[in-house]
């Protein structure tokens, strides 16, 4: 049966976070969104996340929440993945379990995704005054010329293609994840790429973000694999379709 509303919420080695970042999101939507289908997802954890999770969905009522672990490591991407192919709302979104684009920001982007097809993706590249809390200069400066070379690489038009805190509708969410394949930070742009080739309209938003201390992403490591990705996105688009 569909519902009005999916989120999940990918979580790795978040025991540390899980109470303060996914117990705001629950209490947001329980207050706000009753009857949301909420799925996290724990992909391979080896801090107890699963664990402190199953205890803050203990007498959960206002929204219908449940834990999917998965048996390893799969990256964000794989994470994300799972969650999204066992929704069945008619939006489908998914945000990031350190609450850094507050779960607020949802009522901003739902109205705008005006049909099955539709995709709309936070932005932190368009208004940057939205940003409370900056991470290092050098962190930043980084990961916003990443963000560029990710885009030329692929043609991609948006500001900002890696903020986790995206909406699907119905439509959209299937065709793009039952096609995704890249199972690490990249996903997202991977997710944007087929969005673009099957003609979903996808909307930039600006949202409200800060740096939530001990990010997941290791910086160097982390940004050659999602070129590595990349490149393989950009090489399967440039791919002969067969006849």
Partial sequence: MTVPLSVVIPMFNEAERVEAGVGAILSYLGERHPGTEVILVDDGSTDGTAEVARALLLG??????????LDRNRGKGGAVREGLLQCRGAIRAFVDA?????IEELDQLLPLVGS????????RGIDRTKISRRQSWWREGMGRGFNLLLRLAVGLPYRDTQCGFKLFGQRAAEVCFSRQTV???AFDV????????????????PVRWRHVPRSRVRLVRDSLMMARDAWSVRRRLRRPSSP
Avoid at 60 to 69: D, E, I, K, N, Y
Avoid at 98 to 102: K, L, Y
């Fill in 60 to 69: 959960q009522t206002r929204v219908s929440a449940r834990l999917v672990v």
């Fill in 98 to 102: 350190d609450n850094a684009t507050p």
């Fill in 116 to 123: 099955a097809q539709t995709v709309v993706i936070g932005s």
């Fill in 183 to 185: 199972m690490g930070f």
């Fill in 190 to 205: 991977e997710l944007l790429c087929i969005a673009r080739s099957e003609g979903f309209p996808v909307v930039e938003v």
